[in-house]
Every structure is written in structure tokens, then in C-alpha cells.
């Protein structure tokens, strides 16, 4: 079974009169374990496809299951819910909470966690997963005393904490220099393959969708092309970069 | 509780991410609490200060009067009938709870001379020692009269400042001897002066001497009918008698039985009746309670049928405490506009602030719906900040509004007094106001959509 199936998604916006068609139509799988590159110009729909599939946002028609749960007529509050347990976001302004620690800003999630962790618990796991990002020594740090890059990494630190199947990234790198960018990527690649968890990067940009298994590109509302790729070996710098 | 124990940890948290913009969003409640707060403490030190001179001017005292007599049908007014007795004033003492003190008066009106001047006192009260406290009298000079002076009809008295002045030209008049009819008094002491009451009598124009002395000494003409030389032959008889004063005790007849004219008069009682009780209450809360309970008392030692009219009046003096409670209801009513007002301008501090971190924490809202959060969780997160923040501002304006009251008492000596009310009212209206003006943002953001939030610059 798959991890996501979307079946024929329409979503349109009402700008007054007008009837504004975002996407048109999108059929698609996604299986468990694939680390996936949601590619499409601005203003393609790919930013709408990324809400509708992070359970933002609802679509106008169509079906959305999610880990074998039809979930496009959730309400809100079921919505919340299931993004709390299931999905995690990465964004490109990491929004973490200024003046509140590294730790703290990992653990934030977990107070709209339903069954609830104890306290210990809760630090425990945050405290695991700061150190699988390499933070262990930066927990007590607030974001404004941490790079971009550690920002990002306690951002994704964060995404985790729910232990989530499913993780999205919002053009994670776009606040990132080249190098850090990498160390992002290569960390996401690793959560993929050692973890399982499955990644959908959105991006416009083919640096960042060459480290994944996939590449699904959007254009005008409907999937233009959708093609698996072998992912580069863990030696970045010896891959050329791809061309379409 | 443990989501509970979570969202005030988050709202903590948040407080303290701002913590001079938290200070000064509390401002406006401190501010007020604390204004209500030393308010309320001035206001109520006031009130206890003005019920404690209006109490001065007598409000606590009640005053027993006989009943009307009846000739033919025709009323002849109210303390025309003679039934009270030194025993009813002792049974108003000991038995009625609200009562603090009760002093048998006996009027008399007698022309007083000392050397070659005379006057004729407005008041003269035959009374006991505790009257002096009941009428809130003070002795200037000398010394009151004692229980013993009552006891045994000693010819001594007290002396109002008129008096004093008229009669003594300035003098002392301690230890004179002032002649009344044909009996010589000692001056024992002089009453501080009270000024005119508030029937523009003078209150000084007064002589105090024991009930006892004015009933059987100079009085036996309050009977109206009793010559002089009877009153004094009445008088060595009924000494005795003082102490014989239960209610009936009628079997001493003085008067011949064989007089019919005399017979027939209804107010020729031979037991020692007095003109008047005066009571004080133990406080002017307790004045119904008071006369509730002497009514009673003096229906039962007057062997009244519950059909029967009571032979008695016991009146109060409303005026006063008319003017007791309206001065603090006024007052109170007063402080809770200033508390309404300043609860108002806290309110809308308050909201205006939670306004603007709504605003400036667009983006954290989303990111924590994104996360999880559903409205319920948004709202309730910035309504307890709302409540938190008025909760420090009330605590806080309690500390300031105790504290202001103290320096005012200490540097100003206005009377205060601490009033539990005012602070369980502040600590109440503080919180309310949380919700109250902490509603609507917390409402507003609770509505924001993730997706917009999340954009949001």
C-alpha cells in the first residue's frame, strides 16, 4: 500500500467571480520510503499541491489518502491532527521560535501531541534527535546564536519529533549557502535511507532534486513528467550535475 | 493537567520571550488594581472614621419611652403613661444581647440658684453613672457620680459648660454647693462641652445627678400633683425601696387609699417609675436587633398579652443612620465607578497589546498549526496569556495598591483600614478582564489559516 494516493485533484480558488484553477487533475503514488523532488515554476500549483498534501489545505474535488485513510473531507481540527502524527515540515525560513532553546524549539510539537509524552520522554527523544542532526552540544542555544545551517538542522530536528512517516520540505536550502546546503541534503538522504522516513523536497532547484530518488515536475496545474532517477552516490562532488 | 500544566508553560514562556512589553501591558491593570485597591483601604479608614463621630453623636443609642395614657378616649401623648421601672432598665442590660448599656433617665425641671443667681436648667437627667458613656459625655473637671451616690440618693450632681458659665463666672465650680429647692447639691464634676445638637439645643444647658436624688430629692413634682413637703416625705420612704424595683411591687401605698380624687388619677403608681431608658446599641447594625430583643424583653416583664399594645415605645435615631448609610453607600458606589473605569482602561490596554503579538506571531501560529495545533489549542494558548498577564498585573497592583495605602497612612495619617473584599474583587476582575479583553485576539488567532500564517511577513 502506499504511502500517499492522490486521485484526480482539483483544487480552484474563488477570486470573486473568477474561478482560478490551480491544479487540474492530479493523479499520483507515492510509496513509503521514497525521497521525492516536487519540481515546477512558480505559480505552476506545486506550492498548492505541497498544502493539499501536508493536509493544509483541502482540495475542491478528488481523493487524498494518506497511510490508507481517505482524508480529503477532514475537518480542520482532524487535519491538525493528522499533521501532528504524521507529517513533518521543514521550511525555508525554518521558523523556529526566537528566544526559546534549541531543545525547547524541538520539543514544541509534542505539546499538541495527543497521547501524551511525560515530560522526561519528550526531552529524551528531542534530545536524541538534536544529536542525530549533530547538535548535541548546541541544545541550550537560541536560534539567533546558531548559523542558518544549525537553524535548519534543529528545524528538522523538530519535524522528527512526532516520528512522522512522512516529511516535507519546503525549499529547505533556499536560505542556505551551497555548503550547508549540501550538509542539509545529505542529511535528508540519510534520514531516507536509514530511517525509512519518507521526504518530499519541494523545490525549484536541480541541485536539490538531484539527491533524490524522483522527480515529479508540475506545470500549469497537472503533472508533467514524473520520472524515478538513481540517486548519486554519497560522493556529491564526483557526480556531474544532471541536465534535463 | 498535563495540557494544562503545558499551555501555562508556553504561555510563560511566551511572557517572558517580551518581558518589558509584558511589564507594561500590565501596567494599566497594576495601575488600576492598586488605585481601587488604596481607594477602597482610604474609603473604607474614612468610613469607619466618620460612622465611628456619627456613633459619637449618639446613633448607636436607642431610647425606651412610656406609652400613651388615655383619658375618655382622649390621648394626653406619648411618655404620659408611667410604666418603667429601674428593673426594666436592669433587664435591658442583662438580657438583651445587642445591648451594650442601658441608663434610666428622670426628668426634672427646678430652678437652680448659687449665690445670688439663679437659672433654670434646659436639661436636668437623673440618671446613672453609665449614662455619661451611653451619651457619649466626657467630664472635663472633677469626677462623675458613683453607683454608691445612686444607691443611697446622694445629693450630688454634674454640671453642663452653660451652666458652669452662667451660674459660676468662670469659676470652678467643683465642690460649690448649688441650692435646688430646698436642698443643697455638690458640684461634683463639669461635662465637657457637646454643643447644640442637631434641634439646635443646646446640649451644655444640663445637670446629671443620680435618677435616684431627682426622683425622690426634687422631683416628686414630675408627679405634677405632689406637693413639696409630700415629695420629701415620699422621698425617705422610697429610698428603701430602690432596692425593692421589680416590676408590681405596688403593695407600698403611700398615698392614702381614702382619697378618691387622688384614687382616681391612673398615673399615681407607688413603685420608683422612671421617665426614660436610654439604651446604646452595641453597634448601628445591631439597632433592629436591639430593639427586636428590649421590645421583648419589656413585653414580658410588663405581662403584656400578645393581643395587648405594648405600653412602651422604643424609638432610634433614624436620622443618623440614614446619614451613616448613605454616606457609605455613596462612597461605595463612588469607588466601584473608579474601579469600573480603571478595569475598562486596563482591559483595553490589555487587548490592544494581545493585538499586536497576534499579529507579530502570524508566523508562529502557523508554524504551530502546522505542527499540530488546532484552533482550540491557538485560543486557549492566548487567552491564558490574556488572564496570566492580568493575574501579575492584579497581584501586582494589590502589593502597590497595600503599599500606597500604608505611605498614605504613614505620611498623610489619613485613616485606612485593609478590606479583604476589595482585594478578592480585584484578584476576581482582574481575571475576568483576561477573558474578557483576551477573547477576541485569542479568538482572532485561534481563526488565522496556517497556510496564509506560515506566509506571512
Known amino acids: ?244 | 493537567m498535563h495540557s494544562i500544566y503545558r499551555t501555562l508553560r508556553t504561555a510563560l514562556h511566551a511572557l517572558r520571550r517580551n518581558v518589558m512589553r509584558s511589564i507594561l501591558t500590565c501596567l494599566g491593570i497594576i495601575i488600576g488594581v492598586a488605585a481601587v485597591i488604596t481607594m477602597m483601604e482610604i474609603g473604607q479608614g474614612s468610613s469607619a472614621a466618620i460612622q465611628g463621630t456619627i456613633s459619637k453623636m449618639g446613633a448607636n443609642m436607642l431610647m425606651v419611652q412610656p406609652g400613651e395614657s388615655r383619658t375618655s378616649g382622649i390621648s394626653l401623648g406619648s411618655g404620659t403613661r408611667i410604666t418603667l421601672t429601674p428593673g426594666d432598665c436592669d433587664a435591658i442590660r442583662e438580657d438583651c444581647s445587642a445591648v451594650k448599656d442601658a441608663a434610666p433617665n428622670v426628668y426634672a425641671r427646678v430652678q437652680l440658684v448659687y449665690g445670688n443667681k439663679n437659672w433654670q436648667p434646659n436639661q436636668i437627667y437623673g440618671t446613672t453613672p453609665g449614662y455619661l458613656e451611653i451619651g457619649n459625655w466626657q467630664i472635663s473637671q472633677g469626677d462623675n457620680f458613683t453607683d454608691q451616690d445612686v444607691q443611697s440618693a446622694n445629693l450630688v450632681c454634674l454640671v453642663g459648660q452653660t451652666l458652669a458659665n452662667d451660674l459660676f463666672d468662670g469659676d470652678s465650680p467643683v465642690g460649690k454647693e448649688l441650692r435646688v429647692r430646698n436642698v443643697n447639691m455638690k458640684v461634683i464634676g463639669v461635662l465637657a462641652p457637646k454643643g447644640a445638637n442637631m434641634m439646635g439645643w443646646d446640649q451644655d444647658d444640663v445637670l446629671m445627678l443620680p435618677w435616684t436624688t431627682a426622683k425622690f430629692r426634687l422631683s416628686g413634682s414630675s408627679l405634677g400633683n405632689v406637693n413639696q413637703s409630700a415629695a420629701a416625705a415620699a422621698s425617705s420612704l422610697t429610698q428603701v425601696n430602690t432596692l425593692n424595683n421589680l416590676y408590681p411591687s405596688s403593695s407600698l401605698a403611700v398615698l392614702p387609699a381614702a382619697s378618691p380624687l387622688k384614687a382616681n388619677q391612673p398615673q399615681i403608681v407607688r413603685f420608683p417609675s422612671i421617665d426614660r431608658i436610654y439604651v446604646s446599641a452595641r453597634s448601628a447594625e445591631e439597632i433592629p436587633t436591639a430593639i427586636r430583643q428590649i421590645t421583648s424583653v419589656l413585653r414580658d416583664r410588663h405581662r403584656l398579652t400578645p393581643k395587648e399594645e405594648s405600653d412602651f415605645e422604643v424609638r432610634d435615631m433614624t436620622e443618623f443612620t440614614k446619614a451613616l448609610t448613605s454616606t457609605s453607600t455613596l462612597m461605595t458606589n463612588l469607588l466601584l465607578c473608579v474601579a469600573l473605569i480603571s478595569l475598562v482602561v486596563g482591559g483595553v490596554g490589555i487587548m490592544n497589546i494581545m493585538l499586536v503579538s497576534v499579529t507579530e506571531r502570524t508566523r508562529e501560529i502557523g508554524l504551530r498549526m502546522a505542527v499540530g495545533a488546532r484552533g482550540r489549542d491557538i485560543l486557549r494558548q492566548f487567552l491564558i496569556e490574556a488572564i496570566l498577564l492580568c493575574l501579575f498585573g492584579g497581584f501586582a497592583g494589590i502589593v502597590f495598591g497595600r503599599g500606597s495605602s500604608i505611605l498614605v497612612n504613614a505620611f498623610l495619617h489619613w485613616p485606612v483600614s485593609i478590606s479583604i473584599p476589595a482585594i478578592i474583587a480585584a484578584v476576581f476582575v482582574s481575571a475576568s478582564t483576561g477573558i474578557l479583553f483576551g477573547f477576541y485576539p485569542a479568538w482572532k488567532a485561534s481563526r488565522l489559516d496556517p497556510i496564509e500564517a506560515l506566509r506571512y511577513e
Open chain 1, 1 to 244: 500500500m502506499e504511502l500517499i494516493r492522490l486521485k484526480d485533484i482539483y483544487k480552484t480558488y474563488h477570486l470573486g467571480e473568477v474561478d482560478v484553477p490551480v491544479l487540474r487533475g492530479i493523479t499520483l503514488d507515492i510509496g513509503r520510503g521514497e525521497l521525492i523532488s516536487l519540481m515546477g515554476a512558480s505559480g505552476s500549483g506545486k506550492s498548492t499541491l505541497m498544502n493539499l498534501l501536508g493536509c493544509l489545505d483541502r482540495p475542491t474535488s478528488g481523493e487524498y489518502w494518506l497511510d490508507g485513510q481517505e482524508i480529503s473531507r477532514l475537518s480542520s481540527d482532524g487535519r491538525a491532527m493528522l499533521r501532528n502524527q504524521k507529517i513533518g515540515f521543514v521550511f525555508q525560513s525554518f521558523n523556529l521560535l526566537p528566544r526559546t532553546s534549541a531543545l525547547e524549539n524541538v520539543m514544541m510539537p509534542l505539546t499538541y501531541t495527543a497521547r501524551n509524552l511525560s515530560e522526561v520522554d519528550g526531552r529524551k527523544r528531542a534530545v536524541a534527535l538534536l544529536e542525530l542532526v549533530g547538535l548535541g552540544d548546541r541544545m541550550d542555544h537560541e536560534p539567533s546564536q546558531l548559523s542558518g545551517g544549525q537553524q535548519q538542522r534543529v528545524a528538522i530536528a523538530r519535524s522528527l519529533v512526532n516520528r512522522p512517516p512522512l516529511l516535507f520540505a519546503d525549499e529547505p536550502t533556499g536560505n542556505l549557502d551551497s555548503k550547508t546546503s549540501e550538509e542539509v541534503l545529505k542529511m535528508f538522504q540519510r534520514l531516507n535511507e536509514v530511517e525509512g522516513i519518507t521526504i518530499i523536497l519541494v523545490t525549484h532547484d536541480a541541485n536539490v532534486a538531484r539527491h533524490s530518488n524522483r522527480i515529479i515536475r508540475i506545470k500549469d496545474g497537472i503533472v508533467e513528467n514524473d520520472h524515478a532517477q538513481i540517486v548519486p552516490s554519497e560522493d556529491i562532488d564526483a557526480t556531474p550535475v544532471m541536465a534535463h
